[in-house]
């Protein structure tokens, strides 16, 4: 059996719960289960199992407490449960990943879904632990090689970044999360999977992650068929294993897709739970709930590692001021933007550069590289602006030299831009001189 050795088989031991409080079904409430018999010892966000007579055992949350009673919101549909069902108590701790979780599959709970046996770690962390204190904190690290043209040149990342990137439907955005996954200098990877389709799962740890990908990776993954609470608890268990790896002292990189279905599906349990919907239909609570786990990323402490982190938010029709979108671009450090116009015209990563920024610029490059950032952001934006013009056959070459070098250097950056070859930071940069020397705007 894979696992910690002898460890990881006395922390299994351990975790056996030997006796459970039982109680009883006594209302089930659309989606809600009101359970009594158990409100001396339960707390919110512990588990109950239900024992019902059809032999099929449900598990459930407990999302509100009573006098009385206690509000379950069960994982599956409530089906076949009737009054006075058993009802036994879990107490939750948290979760207790350890070394043998790299290059498998789990699920939110952190049972494997690959097929295989894993065993716990020794330590329990809470799933909704408490970021590092501010004050300990350390600054961003050093800049990190990607793999990428587009990142290594134009939109770094440095150790302990956390970016976002936003992406509508079917504009690459699995297959950028997979090339980084691969490219992307760490030591561990943790992949959160939130509300993906089921069919993409294997997928995308055989096809676009491969071999080379998981060989570092940790995979949390809850589909979209799954209830609201297993797909936003996925987001803290891979939260959880990422800093297990960070108090190693490891360099984490943690990609988390998406935020948008942690967010629908937290609107889902809030509102279950009493809360009322305000902002566009996401209850008051999702703002606090997002940025916490946010926060959670990031530099650590001295004697720590990093949590490096990329989440992605699904935007409908490039609606940047949708909520999530909008409260996650005010609390990490920078936004990519995947435009559907580049990828329709077949340019992979289709990063719109003119909309995405890196809060580590200028300080993740030299001065050089600034200034060759700079060229290369004045000629996209010229084109942008005469785009037009140039396409309709109303400009005429020779009327502005700032348009002729845009128009001039375009194939080549687009081209450099496009390269999904591996390549070191200082051969992406020499081509990026290259392609702005031959264009006149850098001397």
């Known amino acids: 059996m894979q696992g910690t050795g002898t460890t990881g088989l006395v922390a299994e031991i351990e975790a056996i ?47 509100q407490l009573h006098d009385d009673a206690l509000s379950v919101l069960p994982e599956e549909p409530p089906n076949g449960v009737r009054l006075g069902d058993r009802a036994g108590l879990i ?44 004050a300990r904190r350390r600054a961003l690290g050093d800049r990190l090689e990607t793999g990428l043209n587009v990142f290594n040149t134009m939109l770094p990342l440095v150790r302990g970044q956390r970016l976002g990137l936003f992406a509508g439907s079917g504009v690459g955005k699995s297959t950028l999360l997979g090339q ?30 491969g071999p080379e990908g998981m060989a570092r990776s940790v995979v949390v993954a809850a589909t979209s068929d799954q209830s609201p609470i297993l797909r936003r608890r996925c987001a803290w268990t891979a939260m959880a294993v990422a800093e297990y790896f960070r108090d190693q002292g490891k360099q984490v990189l943690l990609l988390a897709d998406s935020i948008t279905r942690f967010a629908e599906a937290h ?112 000629l996209l934006s010229e084109y942008d602006e005469a785009e037009m013009m140039v396409k309709t056959g109303l400009y005429k070459e020779g009327t502005d030299e700032k348009i002729d070098a845009a128009i001039r250097a375009r194939p080549e950056l687009e081209g450099l831009w496009g390269d999904t070859e591996n390549r070191p930071i200082s051969e992406s940069f020499t081509r990026l001189e290259l392609a702005l020397r031959r264009s006149g705007a850098l001397k």
């Open 17 to 63: 719960q030997v006796a459970a409080e039982i109680g009883r079904v006594r209302a089930v409430e659309g989606n809600l289960l009101r359970i009594g018999g158990l409100t001396r010892s339960a707390r919110v966000g512990d588990q109950v199992r239900l024992f019902s007579h059809d032999g099929k055992g449900i598990k459930g949350e407990i999302v």
């Open 91 to 134: 107490k939750v701790s948290g979760i207790a990943p350890s070394e043998a979780w790299i290059g498998r599959v789990v699920d939110p709970d952190g049972q494997p879904l690959d097929g295989d046996p894993i065993l716990r770690g020794s330590e329990i962390r809470s799933r909704r632990a408490s970021p590092p204190p501010p």
């Open 180 to 209: 980084l996954a691969r490219g992307v200098t760490a030591e561990v990877v943790v992949l959160a999977m939130i509300g993906e389709r089921g069919r993409e799962l294997r997928d995308f740890v055989e096809n676009i992650l």
């Open 267 to 378: 609107r889902e349990v809030a509102v279950a739970s009493g809360e009322m919907p305000a902002l566009r239909g996401y209850p008051p609570s999702t703002s606090h709930m997002i940025m916490s786990l946010c926060e959670r990323a990031g530099p650590g402490c001295d004697g720590q590692g990093d949590i490096t982190a990329l989440f992605s938010v699904l935007v409908a029709g490039s609606d940047m001021e949708e909520p999530i979108a909008d409260i996650l671009r005010g609390v990490l450090d920078g936004h990519v933007v995947l435009d559907r116009r580049i990828a329709e015209r077949g340019r992979f990563p289709a990063v719109n550069l003119l909309r995405s920024v890196s809060r580590s610029l200028p300080h993740a490059a030299d001065d050089h590289e600034n200034k060759m950032i700079g060229a290369a952001r004045r």
